[in-house]
């Protein structure tokens, strides 16, 4: 199987997608959503809306099979008409952990929502390169998978079918995946460090090349080769593609890789530095307490001290 750096990613930030509930609504209607703690993402099953988010100056028209994602910790509004007073969300689903409501009167629309757990030592690889708004539009030439997607969640919630709850989540750990591929296939230059890389079809190779072998004593001659590149051609496009040079990338995902074997795992610092290419534990150890300002040693005591929660450094 092709080493895959996206999957490493979604799998290292322990990304797991959850469908929480949704509503259905007619006439006049607004719903205001508090800032979220996690990233969230919608399907509009029927009909359409208004989407407003605090900061955001113009409305975003959401139309019948679009699919949005939000990741900023910002409140926002759904409505049928942006005069409507808006009505909290919190009070309208009581905090439980799954709920579909219905507001005023009719279906005129249906919506479906959920939201993306990411582990919180890690998360930020993944949350911290995300736009405030991905939006993929029914008309989309992503958007096919996408509805299909959809229109299965709503079978589950509608049929109650045995195990709805696993294939509702795994429906939804699907949708964040393709909400993901969207994003990458339709931004372009637009897409942030890593994401960008996997979308840049002369650099990608190489990241696979890393991220198959990370204890591998990569030379910056060989992966240029293995891209068709000069030396000098690969570096300055992997940089501008990934925002770092790529020997730097390397040690950064080395980096993320040590803190995880870390807070997770019991092996000595010996024996992990080896297993990412570093000669000896002083030399592990020595790029370790460079990039994330601890000793490894230190680092591992104060994850667990913190019940495992010390935040992930460096950033690419």
């Known amino acids: 199987m092709v080493d895959d750096p996206f999957s490493d990613i979604l799998k290292f930030t322990n990304a797991q997608s959850v469908v929480s509930g949704g509503f259905a609504a007619g006439g ?60 909290d969300a919190t009070s309208l689903f009581g905090g439980g952990a799954s709920k579909f409501a219905e507001i005023g009167d009719g279906e005129d629309c249906i919506q479906i929502g959920g939201h993306v757990r990411l582990d919180p030592a890690s998360g930020g690889l993944l949350a911290d390169i995300l736009p405030p708004l ?32 696993l294939a509702s989540a795994q429906l939804a750990q699907l949708m964040f995946v393709q909400i993901l591929r969207a994003h990458l296939a339709a931004s372009g230059s637009f897409a942030a460090g890593w994401l960008r890389a996997l979308g840049d079809p002369r650099i990608a190779p190489a990241l696979r090349l890393m ?59 010996s024996t992990l530095g080896l297993s990412l290419g570093y000669t000896s534990e002083s030399a592990f150890s020595n790029a370790f307490k460079r990039a994330i ?21 460096p950033a690419e």
């Open 134 to 165: 991905i939006h993929v539009r029914a008309s989309s030439p992503q958007a096919t998978v996408l509805q299909w997607l959809l229109d299965q969640l709503v079978r589950e919630r509608v049929a109650d079918l045995p195990g709805a709850s």
């Open 211 to 269: 991220h198959g072998d990370p204890s591998r004593d990569w030379h910056l001659e060989e992966l240029a080769h293995s891209v068709a590149m000069s030396r000098s051609t690969f570096s300055s496009r992997f940089r501008e593609v990934a925002g770092v040079p790529p020997l730097t990338y390397l040690t950064n995902w080395r980096m993320r890789l040590a803190q995880r074997a870390l807070r997770e795992g019991n092996a000595p610092v």
């Open 28 to 87: 006049s209607w607004a719903v205001r959503f508090p800032a979220p703690d996690k990233i969230k993402f919608f399907g509009l099953v029927k009909g359409r809306c208004w989407l407003s988010m605090d900061g955001e100056e113009a409305p975003v028209r959401i139309e019948e099979g679009d699919v949005f994602l939000l990741s900023a910790q910002r409140s926002f509004v759904l409505s049928s008409d942006l005069a409507a007073v808006p009505i």
């Open 293 to 313: 300002g601890m000793a490894p040693k230190r680092f591992r005591d104060k994850a667990r001290a913190d019940g495992g929660s010390l935040q992930s450094a």
